[in-house]
């Protein structure tokens, strides 16, 4: 659906050059959930305003549903970009337009008849949620409210891709959650694919399939997210995982715990998919008769399966413990031995 070969962005300004999207490759299948991630300045926008074609690239080929966005001629450039729509951060709603007005407005600048676009507007306001708000000016909206409407009125022209930008950066956690909520159903019912770029991994987290890191203008790590959550390897996307599954007091924990308590074996174990639910541990205690101390534990969920980690002091017969490490490893929980007696 979406293939990015050998894609570069370089802006020349008076001073410098500054090489934005750096050979860039990159395939998005049909239906995905694709999130893009990096901090301030790695080339996020800059990558999808190339993906709707709002730049050009200084080298290398974008395809999406078919059209050769680098090379089409301006008629089907805006063709192609009928199948590409946009969510913002801030929303950019027509403010002195109601709800309604702004989800037709596509619409009746595509020259839809007034029958067809009332219909549209119903359906798509029933789908994000807003049926009773129709006749309400953004003013009036919250902002989770007002990010609703920016996702229907993107939805209005049928939009084989849909691109955020940002589009919960604006808002507090629990409404954040609602409109993650709200893409993953519309991905559900309408097939169609996202790409969203954020600076949260908890986004990536919620409701992305795949996920590409980026750092200075490069892709450095892709992969599906519980894979990439399961074993970061770059040290940016290392970074990114523990905005999740490391809380503030882990470090401190462990600096606490390895100058006071020099008893034992420290352990960080990773639980992936079903193992999360299984007994694994209790079958440990059990079986190598050792005792266990709780440090720190979480556990995320994302669309591929839950994601544990858990930090143990095991305490007991040395050798017991090496066992019982090695009984974890055999059950399929990745473990790091972290600290010794
Ligand atoms: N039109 C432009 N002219 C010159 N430099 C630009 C232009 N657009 C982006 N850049 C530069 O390209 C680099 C990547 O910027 P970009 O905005 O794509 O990053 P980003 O990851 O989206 O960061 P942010 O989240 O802060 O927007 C930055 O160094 C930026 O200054």
């Known amino acids: 659906m979406i293939t990015l070969t050998d894609v570069n962005k370089i802006f020349d300004t008076a001073t410098n050059r500054i090489t934005a999207v750096d050979n860039v ?5 049909n239906s995905e959930i694709f ?21 050009k690239p200084t080298s290398g080929q974008i395809n999406i ?21 946009m969510v913002f951060q801030h929303f950019n709603l027509l403010w002195s337009r109601t709800v309604r007005e702004n989800i037709a407005f596509p619409l009746e600048i595509a020259g839809v008849s007034k029958e067809k676009r009332d ?9 994000v949620g807003l049926a009773g708000r129709e006749d309400a000016y953004p003013a009036q909206l919250s902002g989770g409210q007002k990010q609703r409407v920016g996702i229907a009125r993107a939805l209005s022209n049928d939009p084989e891709v849909l691109l955020c930008d940002e589009a919960t950066s604006a808002l507090d956690p629990e409404t954040t ?34 996920v590409a890191v980026m750092e200075a203008g490069k892709i450095v790590e892709i992969g599906n997210v519980l894979d990439v959550f399961q074993s970061p390897k770059e040290q940016i996307t ?26 034992g074996t420290l352990v960080k174990l990773v ?19 050792i005792d266990v101390n709780i440090v720190q534990g979480d556990i995320s969920h994302t669309k591929g399966g839950a994601y544990g980690t858990l930090l143990l002091q095991l305490i007991g017969d040395k050798e017991k ?3 019982a490490i090695e009984f974890l490893h055999n059950e399929g929980v990745q473990t790091e031995v972290i600290g010794h007696d």
């Open 65 to 85: 549903a078919g059209h050769e966005l680098a090379t089409v001629s301006a008629k089907e450039l805006r063709e192609a970009r009928q199948k590409i729509s």
């Open 238 to 263: 290392k970074r990114f995982v523990s905005q999740i599954t490391q809380t503030a007091g882990t470090e401190h924990a462990l600096q606490h715990l390895k100058a006071e308590s020099s008893e």
């Open 35 to 55: 999130g893009i991630i990096g901090y301030s300045g790695a080339g996020k926008s800059t990558l999808i305003r190339l993906l709707n074609g709002l730049e």
């Open 321 to 323: 413990v090496t066992s």
């Open 177 to 210: 959650d609602s409109i993650l909520d709200l893409l993953t159903a519309i991905n559900d019912k309408l097939g169609l694919t996202i790409v969203l770029i954020t600076h949260e991994m908890h986004v990536i987290r919620k409701i992305c399939h795949r």
């Open 119 to 127: 219909k549209k507007v119903a359906e798509l306001v029933e789908l």
């Open 25 to 29: 490759n990159l395939t998005i299948g």
């Open 271 to 289: 639980f992936v998919g079903d193992r999360t639910e299984q007994p694994v541990l209790s079958t440990m205690i059990r079986r190598f008769n």
